[in-house]
């Protein structure tokens, strides 16, 4: 059976270890066919993302911090340089000073807010601008974002502000670039306990209200996300654009906490 991203390339920004959802949608990808490079922040992260990429059969790896524009651009003259091209992109980066992902989200200081915002938003609108001029034939880009975008999250605080930004970014980006065959989308993932994850607090009792108040009654693997991801970057989601598709085991559906869970 011939395997759906077969003949495409792309840039894979945020794999930080195995329990990245980045990484969930590299072995999605890759199992498919595509051709993979890979971005990491810093050189200790370096050293766990280049067995990984070797994992999927690549040896295009890259070092880029989204705070350091220079660095981007490097990245994607890299891509030119090699590639020539690209058909898709997946940005899944976030951060936040975790002393400020706790308490009340009206003590965020100016400086977090800030940069909450350009690593965790602005970013994505910086790297589509460098990707669209590479996607000649069309593409798919991709980011990740979270429910705490449109609802109350306990201690998600600014992160949740930056990824309304972020959600409003992909309707923008979806406008600009369609007309050149390039689509916009993200994924609302539900929690995983990742490095990003834990720096949220009380991120495992969270995660145990979703597992016990989904409509699954669980919470979502980097695998299931990677399968959506596949769906989004892939031709089979050709007539989708600037869209916020939730992969959270339907959590983001309820109203209110299961009887069951109300009882117990
Ligand atoms: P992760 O820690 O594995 O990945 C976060 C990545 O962001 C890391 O690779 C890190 O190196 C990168 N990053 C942070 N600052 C950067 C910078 N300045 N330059 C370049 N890269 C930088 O955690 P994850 O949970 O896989 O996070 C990936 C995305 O998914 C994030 O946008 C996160 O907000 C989002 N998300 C996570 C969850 C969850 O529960 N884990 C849920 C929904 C959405």
């Not at 894979?12 to 199992?31: D, E, P, Q, T």
């Not at 100016?110 to 000649?136: G, W």
């Not at 959506?228 to 869209?243: F, N």
Request: proline share 3%; charged share 20%; glycine share 10%.
């Amino acid at each position: 059976m011939t395997r759906i991203m077969q003949g495409k390339r792309g840039l894979i920004m945020g794999v930080a270890n195995n329990h990245s959802i980045a990484w969930g949608i590299s072995k999605a990808l890759a199992a498919q066919g595509a051709e993979l490079a890979f971005t990491y922040q810093g050189d200790a992260l370096g050293k766990r993302v280049k067995p990984l990429a070797a994992e999927v059969g690549s040896e295009f790896v890259l070092p880029c911090d989204v705070e350091d524009i220079a660095s981007v651009d490097a990245t994607f003259d890299a891509i030119k340089e090699r590639w020539g091209s690209l058909d898709f992109i997946v940005h899944a980066i976030g951060f936040s000073d975790k002393n400020e992902l706790k308490g009340l989200y009206a003590d965020t200081t100016r400086d977090n807010f800030s940069r909450t915002m350009v690593i965790s938003c602005f970013s994505f609108t910086e790297i589509a601008k460098r990707c669209a001029p590479l996607m000649n034939a069309g593409g798919s880009m991709l980011t990740l974002t979270y429910n705490g975008s449109t609802r109350v999250i306990p201690n998600y605080n600014v992160m949740g502000v930056a990824k309304a930004a972020l959600e409003a970014s992909v309707r923008y980006l979806a406008a600009d670039y369609g007309p050149n065959g390039i689509r916009v989308n993200a994924i609302s993932a539900g929690p995983i306990r990742t490095l990003a994850g834990a720096g949220i607090s009380d991120a495992r009792a969270i995660l145990s209200w979703n597992q016990r108040n989904s409509p699954l009654r669980k919470t979502v693997t980097i695998d299931q996300v990677g399968n959506s991801a596949l769906y989004l970057l892939s031709d089979l989601s050709a007539g989708v654009t600037g869209e916020i598709h939730f992969v959270d085991a339907g959590f983001n559906i309820t109203s209110m906490p299961t009887l069951d869970a109300l009882r117990r």
